[in-house]
């Protein structure tokens, strides 16, 4: 006899599901019924249970997945926007600073040449070798030289101030970068849950990955020269590579 | 290059080549207190090629790492042009492996500067450049 459940009635059985009926023990008979399908049922609920457990998954996965949807289509174009502030900030930053110094320059340099200019009569005058015109002459220069001091430094202290408060974006850069570090940190812990959800290891590349360099291996300012050792640590290093291949 | 008494010759051309204009700024501003007047400016190897092949500059300080053509590229460039091969360049950048610096070496850079660097190292790879030229 065969059942295209792969469910077997044996003829022990069969007679004994008669004998219940004849005897009229429905109940009996339902019972054993029950229990020759039994083997179907406890498939099916292993089946079951393994679609629960799947559309579980997938709804925790759906959960993951609309975070990650927000990272993609908010957190990362903000943080783009974020760090581009930060190179504003900081290139802002530089060209203050500079415009000051650029304007300190040439104040210097003018005080420089005329402590220069007096120089000369005020060394006679200090060895006794100074005659009237001379004095004179000497009165007139330093005269213009405390004239140029006096108005010049109140110039260069402001100028000093300005290069003081351009840097007043290392807080604010600074805030935005830790925020995009966070960042960074959650779509980490996003990825290892989604792929921890899907089963797969994050863990098991205990080789850590090289960066990536582009064309002449170029990659940037070396952020972590201690660890490495194909990369010089300072200008004495380059000098002694240099000279090693004959430089 | 060279006045007649050997000394460097402040007027000389100087190219400056690097995408960001603040470091651009500081090498002008660290040449020009070195008493260099002639300085001009270019913001990759691109840039800077055809500058070179119309004016007669004298010397180039590079940065490595541009869009468009990078520096070693530019090297390369001068150093294949019959015309450009004599001025010497300098190469200022963060790029710091050991195997960039030989590759440097061997395309016939003239100096290598690391960033962050001073204004006391530029000026020791200038005499040392413009010393062993002499």
């Known amino acids: 006899m065969s059942v295209s459940t792969g469910v077997h009635v044996s003829l022990v059985e069969a007679k004994l599901l008669v004998e219940y009926l004849e005897t009229g023990q429905q109940e009996k008979a339902d019972e054993l019924i029950a229990e020759i399908q039994n083997p179907i049922n406890s498939e099916l609920f292993a089946e079951i249970g393994k679609l629960t457990r799947q559309l579980h998954d997938s709804l925790n996965n759906f959960q993951l997945d609309s975070r990650l949807n927000d990272l993609a289509t908010a957190d990362i174009p903000d943080a783009k926007e974020r760090l581009n502030y930060v190179i504003t900030r900081t290139e802002e930053a530089a060209n203050k600073t500079m415009d000051a110094v650029e304007s300190i320059f040439p104040v210097v340099d003018t005080i420089q040449k005329q402590i220069k200019a007096v120089n000369p009569l005020w060394q006679k005058l200090m060895h006794n070798k100074l005659d009237l015109p001379e004095f004179k002459s000497l009165c007139i220069d330093i005269d213009l030289l405390l004239k140029t001091t006096d108005k010049e430094s109140v110039r260069m202290h402001d100028l000093m101030t300005d290069v003081l408060m351009a840097q007043d974006f290392q807080d604010l850069t600074g805030q935005v970068i830790r925020k995009v570090i966070d960042l960074v940190r959650e779509v980490e812990d996003s990825l290892i849950g989604m792929l921890t959800a899907f089963g797969l290891s994050s863990e098991g590349s205990s080789e850590p990955s090289k960066p990536k360099v582009g064309d002449n291996l170029v990659e940037g300012p070396i952020v972590n020269a201690a660890q490495r050792d194909d990369v010089v640590a300072d200008q004495d290093d380059v000098d002694d590579l240099l000279s090693s291949l004959g430089f | ?134």
Do not use: C
């Not at chain 2, 006045?3 to 651009?24: C, Q």
């Not at chain 2, 002639?38 to 092949?53: F, H, R, V, W, Y």
């Not at chain 2, 990078?70 to 004599?86: C, E, P, T, V």
């Open chain 2, 1 to 134: 290059m060279f006045s007649p008494e050997g000394a460097l010759d402040k007027n000389m051309k100087v190219l400056v080549v690097d995408d960001f204009s603040t470091m651009r700024r500081i090498v002008k501003n660290l040449l020009r207190d070195l008493g260099f007047t002639n300085i001009s400016e270019a913001d990759d190897g691109s840039t800077a090629l055809p500058m070179l092949k119309e004016g007669s500059f004298d010397f180039v300080v590079t940065d490595w790492n541009m869009p468009g053509m990078q520096g070693i590229d530019l090297l390369k460039a001068i150093r294949a042009d019959a015309n450009l091969s004599h001025i010497p360049v300098l190469l200022i950048t963060a790029e710091a492996k050991k195997e960039q610096i030989v590759m440097a070496a061997q395309a016939g850079v003239n100096g290598y500067i690391v960033k962050p660097f001073t204004a006391a190292t530029l000026n020791a790879k200038l005499d040392k450049i413009f010393e062993r030229l002499g």
